[in-house]
């Protein structure tokens, strides 16, 4: 037999495996919807950051300062509003921005950098709308660095180079915590990481389950190991487990592996100058609360069980480890799926996320760090209570299953009709 028949009869048993197509439609159908879901929890935000106003404080009271605050005010169609303090226009408007004493003499005599202060607030943890809003205060420094040339040159009859860099100096409230820029952008990365990395970690648990219980139904080692005077529940508790123990040991090599590798990638000599990222690092933490963080552990401890019942399921009705493998790959892109559109859409507290977070079991970190700061431990809860109602409720169905023939002859799916 040459090789073109075999390649063809490869692609065909593939094709007639009604796993692999059901998989094909399921994740052309839920990214699908997945993307209608990004896109509007992106246009959401871009319509809330365009709805705003800005918050501007006068530290001074100059020509120049109320010419540049005219010239922004048409620039944005009157979106400026004055405010006595930083604070103030920071609940006011959600995005603020001060001009300091001593602006106008660093302007006209000095050839430095400009440096101004401003601030933001948002209500969720998300990173577009946050991003957005510091974006907001760079934007109107470069339109101030634009505006100075043709200002100073009609005020004082002087010229100063174009593009005179104005940097701005921001912070970001998050309910009652406030953070420098960078520090932010480390926390959002951090965290907006969390889903996606959880969904992967589950979804190959899944892969685990499914293919590890398939592989000996094909070996014939399964029917003997049901005919052992064992529990047929003790068999799935064992299978579950066995599956996690080997999720956490590869997820612990990744980790080491990967910190080695970072570790390793730091030239000599620098470990002082690390010492402003360790810092950063510790402040991560004590935002997010090392308790938080240690109930995100349990959490995917929780997770392991919930999708190495669902393998174990896949496993038990299947007729063999391609089935298993088949329908097992769209488990993995669901739960990536799910991690990529919390990034999107943010977190905001509400009914409707915490059931979808206790469901998917991905984002519950998020909300445990956002219902910590925001002090509503409610929706919490609720997703926390969810997600183990629901893994309880896998398991039994797991043994279910293992308590009837279908465990032995595997769900089988002819497409041909029968004579």
Do not use: C, H
Request: proline share 4%; glycine share 8%.
């Amino acid at each position: 037999m040459t090789l073109k028949p075999l390649v063809i009869r490869e692609i065909k048993n593939f094709l007639k495996n009604p796993a692999f197509i059901a998989s094909i439609i399921i994740l052309v159908m839920f990214y699908a919807s997945l993307g209608s879901i990004m896109r509007s929890g992106i246009e959401s935000a871009v319509k809330e950051t365009l709805s705003i106003s800005i918050g501007i404080v006068k530290e001074e009271d100059t020509e120049l300062v109320n010419r540049l605050i005219s010239m922004l005010s048409q620039y944005t169609n009157g979106s400026i509003g004055i405010y006595q303090s930083l604070e103030e226009a920071v609940d006011k408007t959600g995005v603020a921005i001060v001009i300091p004493r001593g602006f106008t003499e660093n302007v006209t005599q000095s050839g430095g950098i400009i440096l101004l202060k401003g601030g933001v607030k948002i209500d969720n943890l998300s990173p577009i709308t946050g991003q957005a809003r510091i974006s907001m205060l760079q934007g109107i420094a470069s339109i101030i660095s634009d505006m100075l040339p043709a200002a100073t040159g009609i005020l004082y009859n002087i010229s100063i180079p174009p593009s005179r860099p104005v940097m701005v100096e921001s912070y970001v409230r998050i309910y009652d915590k406030t953070l420098t820029a960078n520090e932010f952008n480390s926390f959002m990365t951090m965290f907006s990481i969390i889903p996606v990395v959880i969904g992967i970690i589950v979804g190959i648990n899944a892969t685990y389950a499914a293919q590890a219980t398939a592989i000996e139904k094909v070996e014939k080692a399964f029917e003997m190991l049901l005919a052992q005077p064992i529990p047929r529940r003790s068999v799935v508790i064992a299978k579950i487990i066995g599956s996690v123990t080997a999720s956490v040991i590869m997820g612990a090599a990744y980790m080491i592996a990967l910190l080695l590798m970072l570790v390793s990638a730091i030239p000599a000599g620098t470990a002082l100058g690390n010492q402003s990222s360790i810092n950063l690092i510790e402040s991560v933490i004590s935002i997010g609360g090392s308790g938080n963080i240690l109930v995100s552990i349990l959490v995917i401890i929780l997770g392991l069980i919930y999708s190495g019942a669902i393998g174990v399921i896949i496993g038990a009705v299947v007729a063999d480890e391609r089935i298993a493998g088949a329908l097992s790959t769209p488990i993995i892109l669901l739960f990536m799926g799910v991690g990529f559109a919390t990034i999107y859409m943010g977190m905001p507290l509400n009914m409707a996320t915490s059931i979808l977070s206790g469901l998917t079991i991905t984002s519950i970190p998020l909300v445990l760090i956002n219902a910590s700061l925001s002090g509503q431990y409610i929706y919490a809860w609720i997703s926390i209570s969810i997600a183990i109602t629901v893994s309880i409720l896998l398991m039994v169905i797991a043994i279910l299953v293992f308590n009837r023939d279908i465990v032995i002859l595997g769900l089988r799916i002819s497409l041909r009709k029968r004579e």
